[in-house]
């Protein structure tokens, strides 16, 4: 029984929902447009104090940015109002953002208040909160025009809400959420048990005439600071990227009014650090993912913490070596060979490529029994046609940031002349050799 009511009383924690966009810091303070349509359910407006519908349709935006803006202090997200931008053709992706009501394109159905539509970039911000933030293009958001707008004065003045009527402001301050990247706190169908949620502003729904959702609440406001709060990150004054051993110097990248307290790196290879700019030696082949923690205070915000994350920020080479079979042991060298037919033999090639970057290189090179080169090839497992009978020295260099390698094999063509075309696999006594130590490396830097 109590395992059960633990069950029922505690499910595991929700939060906000990040929509995986966000603004760059260049592109705030965030400008923008409303259309030239005027909503007729607000034309009543100028008896509360606006000078006609439309001034109230603008007001009420800008009082929903405010929201956003004066309810989450910590949040550097801030706004420009440009006035009247003619035409109501809703969503386009023109790199401008604007308020479009729902004329003439009629295209949000019955019951839906209205929505954010996003124009993304490929520009990739940051990780936050285990999601990737990619850079909003323009976003547009459009109320739906078959709705009896209702100001909030109307509201608090006692105007009935009967049916078909809105609130605007609450809607407009959930739409300004989905703007700045937030998504719901609730979706439809879910049980939303935390009060924080159910009465969050990004909830997705709201009553008719509830202007409670004016205001954010402690749920909006942890999604608004986690996408434009305080936050560092961090970079190198060295090569990230290179040959065993590498020494990377970090530092962290904090605006001034950070007010750090505190930092914990770890560097991906298990070790960690809480100097603000560790140098830290990398001392074997990987890919190597990097979390800087911090902790801060400052006046807007208080005690603030953030992570930020960059995965595979450090590659770290060795020169490259066999890389493995099936089996799962290594390969007994950097290449082996097959017989096709005649003087056509198929090269394969067997450098590791298990660490992303560290294999950038490829050179065949074919030497007769002079020592004369007589071809060079830059493919991965080229087929090699030798141009007689003989013994052929076949050269693979491979290489990298972590240096060059490089290994070789006699190819005895005359063994495959008069019709006998077997070879066994692993391309027999020379493949042995070339697992017993004919792979060269020598360091490049
Ligand atoms: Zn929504």
């Known amino acids: 029984?109590?395992?059960?009511?633990?069950?029922?009383?505690?499910?595991?924690?929700?939060?906000?929902?990040?929509?995986?966009?966000?603004?760059?810091?260049?592109?705030?303070?965030?400008?923008?447009?409303?259309t030239d349509y005027v909503e007729s359910s607000l034309?009543?407006?100028?008896?509360?104090?606006?000078?006609?519908?439309?001034d109230a349709q603008a007001s009420v935006c800008q009082k929903a940015f405010a929201n956003w803006e004066e309810g989450a202090p910590c949040a550097e997200i801030c706004n420009t109002f440009l006035g009247v931008d003619p035409g109501n053709e809703g969503k386009t992706n023109d790199g401008i953002n604007k308020v479009y009501w729902d004329d003439p394109t009629g295209s949000?159905?019955?019951?839906?208040?209205?929505?954010?539509?996003?124009?993304?970039?490929?520009e990739y911000l940051r990780e936050q909160d285990g999601e990737y933030l990619y850079r909003f293009g323009d976003v547009d958001v459009t109320f739906n025009d078959q709705i009896d707008w209702t100001l909030t004065e109307e509201i608090e003045g006692g105007v009935p809400c009967s049916g078909g009527m809105a609130a605007l402001e609450p809607v407009a301050t959930h739409e300004f959420g989905h703007l700045w990247g937030v998504g719901h706190s609730c979706e439809e169908g879910d049980p939303c048990t935390d009060e924080a949620l159910r009465y969050a502003t990004m909830y997705w729904a709201n009553d008719a005439c509830d202007i409670s959702r004016n205001s954010i609440n402690s749920d909006d406001i942890?999604?608004?600071?986690?996408?434009?709060?305080?936050?560092?990150?961090?970079t190198t004054d060295t090569e990230r990227f290179g040959g065993v051993p590498l020494t990377v110097q970090f530092r962290v990248v904090a605006g001034e009014d950070a007010n750090i307290t505190g930092v914990l790196w770890s560097f991906g290879d298990g070790q960690t650090s809480t100097e603000m700019a560790p140098a830290h030696t990398y001392e074997e082949q990987g890919q190597y993912s990097v979390v800087l923690k911090i902790d801060g205070n400052?006046?807007?915000?208080?005690?603030w913490s953030f992570e930020y994350r960059q995965r595979a920020y450090v590659v770290a080479c060795e020169a490259p070596g066999p890389g493995l079979a099936p089996g799962g042991s290594p390969y007994p060298g950097?290449?082996?060979?097959?017989?096709?037919?005649?003087?056509?033999?198929?090269?394969?090639?067997?450098?590791?490529?298990?660490?992303y970057?560290?294999?950038?290189?490829?050179?065949?090179?074919?030497y007769d029994d002079s020592d004369t080169m007589i071809q060079e090839i830059s493919a991965w497992s080229p087929i090699v046609e030798f141009p007689s009978e003989g013994a052929w020295r076949v050269v693979l260099n491979v290489g990298g940031p972590g240096g060059l390698s490089a290994a070789e094999l006699v190819i005895d063509t005359a063994e495959h002349a008069g019709g006998c075309n077997t070879v066994p696999a692993g391309a027999g006594l020379a493949g042995l050799l070339a697992g017993l130590g004919i792979a060269l490396a020598r360091r490049r830097r």
Do not use: K
């Open 1 to 34: 029984m109590i395992a059960l009511a633990l069950l029922l009383l505690a499910p595991p924690a929700d939060a906000y929902d990040l929509l995986g966009y966000a603004w760059s810091p260049e592109d705030l303070c965030l400008e923008w447009w409303m």
């Open 43 to 54: 034309e009543n407006a100028s008896s509360y104090g606006y000078e006609d519908a439309w």
């Open 108 to 122: 949000l159905g019955e019951g839906v208040l209205a929505v954010a539509a996003y124009n993304v970039t490929a």
């Open 222 to 234: 942890a999604a608004i600071n986690a996408l434009y709060g305080p936050y560092a990150t961090f």
């Open 298 to 303: 400052n006046e807007s915000c208080g005690d």
């Open 334 to 355: 950097l290449f082996t060979y097959e017989h096709l037919e005649g003087l056509q033999y198929q090269m394969v090639n067997r450098a590791d490529t298990s660490v």
């Open 357 to 366: 970057g560290c294999l950038d290189t490829v050179i065949w090179q074919i």
